[in-house]
């Protein structure tokens, strides 16, 4: 059944759409942190399986000098020791310059605040 022509509501182009619940203006689906978790599960998954993999196939041993240490491992296992060590380094330098910016924007506000 439809409604008599004239109890519709009059369309006025001007004034935009709301989008149903759920949806941002374009249309689209919006994203969620239940759908970023998701999202970062099956990234590290992958990545974890293309790890085992990459250690499974690199077992041949190799001997490790390092300051006086040495020691045979398997090549995958330790090329992926030299992996997360690149990363901790990097990670340590982010740090650092991550505590020098905030420590800069903790000293600019304040600087506003006292001149107002």
């Given at each position: ?11 006025n ?25 998701w999202?970062?599960l ?45 990363v ?29």
């Amino acid at each position: 059944m439809n409604p008599a022509p004239g109890n519709q509501a009059p369309v006025n182009p001007a004034q935009p759409i709301a989008p149903p619940a759920g949806l941002d203006r374009h249309g689209r689906v919006k994203r969620t942190r239940v759908s970023g978790a998701w999202v970062g599960l099956v990234t590290a998954t992958v990545v974890l399986l293309l790890l085992v993999i990459f250690i499974a196939q690199n077992t041949a041993k190799v001997t490790v000098h390092f300051l006086g240490f040495h020691g045979e491992l398997s090549l995958g296992l330790m090329l992926l020791i030299a992996a997360l060590c690149g990363v901790v380094i990097a990670a340590l330098i982010a740090t650092a310059r991550i505590l020098q910016l905030r420590k800069a924007l903790k000293a600019s506000a304040q600087n506003r605040t006292a001149a107002v």
